[in-house]
């Protein structure tokens, strides 16, 4: 099968999970310093003038925790890889997956081989050539050490090179959303072979995308344009990120002139920045979900009709309004609207006489207490709690919001030790990532303790099945069970926003929140 | 007499007199509470959110639509609460060191003490953030925090009072007469080391108020939904530029009530200190 016929099975693909809800978290250090200690030729404006492309300046609000690709869990800091590694092939803005390392790929009648042609001529950043031994490398380091990214290569059987411009993948079950989990994100970035040995990833990168990885401060990280890259050389000299926590600080840097693109957008500051011509405003839907889950392992809240209670009972619109201020769109399953894995299913109305009803019978007490954790990482969590406390309160459950770090936050949530909790999942492009691991009773993310085997035998088809129809059919089947079990009580998609100078041009934002400067031209 | 006399000097300025008003007015506020506020501090009404300061909502409402009067109504309540409470601890486990430190001198002075010095030895906020992080988040065990962190302070005032104390005759003559060790300083001690104890405690009452609007400020004090000043300051900054209302208010509580305190135990300072207080009644003011 050639690129073109992959195509039918490729359109959108598994969980790229780039910060994911059980085990995010690193690199949650901000730096507060606007003005950058960078230390390299910042400020847009007077480098956007010379020939060379100038040097783009952008705001992020997080730190990275580290730049090893394969280990880093930190959203921050792929925000940074993007940049800097590539992987042997790539989603496209919709999602679909496009040649990079690789140039072609085939797979056997029975699908179980996949067969790779790797693409001539490219080097890595420090000057040694890329050839199949580097990517057999790569990613028998994440199988061998056990990295997060591991299960992503769980029915692979072995990855072999018959010669330095193939790379064969031998799996023991057919996985339809194998390009995704290879090319879903830059955690499946090839390393050049050795090189986890030879210097330390974490805080050094040789990739080999458009951009080197210069230098690192307090204040930033410097990328530099790489002459030999193997496509069209990026249009801008160089890249600095800036580390500016407080999005007041991004906005006016911004507007001034000293920073061409950021993140640090809060949906509060949506409207006002829409007439706003100082600053080109991004709003798009991404593919994240955001959720609330009880801890099932623990009464009554094992309890199914407890659950549907609490679903019947929350007000997912007013959720929604409060903590994005209208920048999402609430769903009652995981995957949203503008995905082809979508499937309408909304089976909990805002009805609070059938949520009395059903949590009176099942609850414990009168009114049911229940511990709501939430971190203040993610401040949306704190003010959907907020409003889901005043809902509940109606209903008969008595909410008692739990504020916590995030280290403290996740502890909690991997020792079971808490009622329910508020959070997200992001990045996820194939329904294998926005519901296998989460809901398989074994699922290395079910900390809900959710276990139901009729579940468990669909998701596991669905997970081999290879005919695209047939495998959205036993997602639609399996996440309809999901809702109706309140395994997840799914809340909303947000949407991406993002901000950038007027006149910066070729930059494109996107659903799965991947940040690529390759392409982008300053303003003049 | 004496309390009379104090109180005369004390509130002979209008400053201590509309320091000690303020107090007044935010105990009354904090004891009527829900009775006081307009509305329901915990309602949230998303529809209505973000409304300025309006002849509905005086203070405006917050992003969730919460009234942001009520709020800080409520808010009064807490901080006093932590405030009192945290102080409380402070002063009997301070004042309790310090008594057994300065009396009996010696070893028992050179354990406490030292001890005392090593909680002294911390930043405050940072000692309060250290004990937040082994009890947990949470208003109550913000009140044990920042009692841990006064501690001794009043421990070392106490104990400095108490080493001159001792020496005085009346305490000799009392030991000569037979007393024990418990009577001494229950009647002839304390007694007579409790004014820098009250400046102290007005002072910390301030000190406490501000550590736990700091504290809620950074989501370890007070937990959401429940109003405080230090978390709406927090919740508001985020809003600064579409709803100034939400931080300007809560703040100016925190302003008012932290100065009245200050001023009162200024004042206070002035009056209980007897050197000041004889120039004070030197000065001609008829008695």
Redo the contacts between chains.
């Keep these: 099968m050639n690129r073109g016929k992959v195509r039918g099975q490729v359109l959108a693909f598994a969980a790229i999970a780039l910060v994911s809800a059980g085990c995010g978290g690193g690199g949650d250090v901000d730096v507060d310093d606007p003005a950058g200690t960078g230390g390299s030729d910042s400020g847009g404006d007077g480098g956007s003038e010379n020939a060379g492309g100038g040097t783009l300046v952008a705001a992020i609000s997080a730190q990275p925790d580290q730049f090893d690709p394969h280990k880093t869990q930190a959203y921050a800091s792929f925000q940074i890889l993007e940049n800097v590694y590539d992987t042997l092939v790539v989603p496209d803005a919709e999602g679909e997956f496009q040649p990079s390392l690789a140039t072609e790929w085939t797979t056997s009648e029975d699908g179980l081989t996949w067969t790779f042609t790797l693409r001539d001529g490219v080097t890595f950043h420090d000057g040694s050539a890329f050839d199949s031994a580097d990517v057999v490398y790569s990613y028998n380091r994440i199988i061998d050490e056990q990295l997060a990214n591991a299960y992503r290569f769980a029915s692979v059987a072995s990855i072999d090179a018959p010669d330095p411009r193939t790379v064969t993948i031998t799996l023991s079950a057919p996985t339809p959303a194998l390009l995704d989990n290879i090319g879903g994100f830059k955690g499946m970035s090839i390393i050049p072979e050795g090189a986890a040995d030879a210097t330390d990833l974490a805080t050094t990168a040789i990739g080999t995308g458009p951009f080197t990885l210069e230098g690192t401060s307090a204040g930033g990280v410097t990328l530099a344009r790489y002459a030999d890259y193997w496509g069209d050389p990026a249009l801008v000299d160089g890249v600095e990120f800036q580390y500016v926590s407080e999005?007041?600080a991004a906005l006016t840097a911004l507007r001034s002139g000293d920073v061409h693109w950021t993140d640090n957008v809060?949906p509060?500051?949506i409207e006002?920045l829409e007439d706003d011509e100082e600053i080109e405003l991004g709003v798009t839907p991404s593919v994240d979900y955001w959720y609330l889950a009880m801890n099932q392992a623990k009464p009554p809240f094992d309890n199914r009709d407890l659950r549907r209670g609490v679903a019947f009972g929350i007000d997912r619109d007013?959720v929604t309004?409060?903590a994005r201020f209208g920048a999402a769109t609430t769903n009652q399953s995981a995957i949203p609207e503008q995905s082809l894995w979508y499937h309408e299913y909304a089976p909990f109305e805002h009805d609070p006489d059938q949520a009395t009803e059903l949590i009176e019978q099942a609850a414990t007490a009168d009114p049911q207490p229940m511990g709501l954790m939430v971190t203040?990482e993610y401040?949306e969590t704190?003010?959907a709690?907020?409003?889901i406390?005043?809902q509940l309160a109606e209903v008969g459950v008595d909410v008692?919001?739990?504020?916590?770090?995030f280290a403290t936050w996740l502890d909690r949530q991997a020792a079971g030790d808490y009622d329910a909790f508020l959070l997200g999942w992001l990045g996820n492009l194939d329904p294998f990532g926005f519901y296998h691991a989460q809901h398989v009773c074994e699922g290395t993310s079910n900390f809900q303790g959710y276990c139901n085997p009729e579940v468990d035998e669909l998701l596991n088809q669905a997970a081999a099945e290879t005919d695209q129809d047939a495998r959205k059919a036993l997602y639609d089947q399996a996440a309809e069970i999901i809702v109706d079990d309140v395994s997840y009580l799914y809340l909303y998609n947000p949407d991406v926003v993002q901000a950038w100078a007027p006149g910066l041009e070729g930059y494109e934002i996107r659903a799965d929140k991947a940040i690529n400067f390759e392409t982008v031209r300053l303003p003049e | 007499m004496r309390a009379g006399e104090t109180l005369r000097l004390l509130f002979r300025g209008p400053t201590a007199l509309a320091a000690a008003a303020v107090l007044v007015l935010l105990v009354l506020t904090a004891f009527l509470g829900e009775r006081l506020a307009p509305y329901d501090a915990?309602?949230?009404d998303?529809?209505n959110?973000l409304q300025g300061p309006s002849a509905d909502h005086w203070f405006g409402t917050d992003?969730?639509g919460r009234d942001v009067l009520s709020r800080v109504i409520l808010g009064a309540e807490v901080s006093l609460r932590v405030g009192v409470v945290a102080v409380g601890i402070s002063l009997v486990a301070g004042v309790l060191i310090g008594l057994l430190a300065g009396y009996y001198g010696r070893w028992v002075d050179d354990v406490l003490m030292r001890l005392s010095d090593v909680l002294f030895a911390f930043p405050a906020m940072l000692m309060a953030i250290a004990v937040l992080a082994i009890l947990g988040?949470g208003s109550t065990n913000a009140m044990i925090a920042i009692g841990i962190v006064y501690t001794p302070i009043f421990a070392r005032i106490t104990r400095a009072s108490v080493l001159s104390v001792r020496e005085e005759v009346y305490v000799k003559a009392a030991r000569s007469a037979g007393a024990g060790d418990l009577r001494i300083i229950g009647r002839h001690v304390l007694p007579n080391v409790t004014a820098p104890i009250i400046v102290q405690t007005s002072i910390s009452l301030a000190f406490a108020i501000l550590s736990e609007a700091a504290l809620s400020f950074v989501?370890l004090g007070t937990?959401?939904?429940d109003p405080s000043w230090g978390r709406m300051l927090s919740e508001g900054r985020?809003?600064?530029?579409?709803a100034w209302w939400m931080a300007v208010f809560p703040g100016l509580a925190i302003f008012v009530t932290v100065l009245a305190f200050n001023v009162l135990g200024d004042a206070l300072r002035d009056v209980l200190d007897p050197r000041q207080r004889q120039a004070m009644a030197g000065t001609g003011v008829t008695a």
């Design positions: 999005p007041a809060p509060q500051d006002g007013e309004e409060a203040d401040p704190v003010q709690a907020q409003v406390q005043a008692g919001i739990e504020q916590e770090t | 915990t309602g949230t998303v529809s959110r992003e969730l988040p989501g937990q959401p939904p985020g809003f600064v530029e579409q």
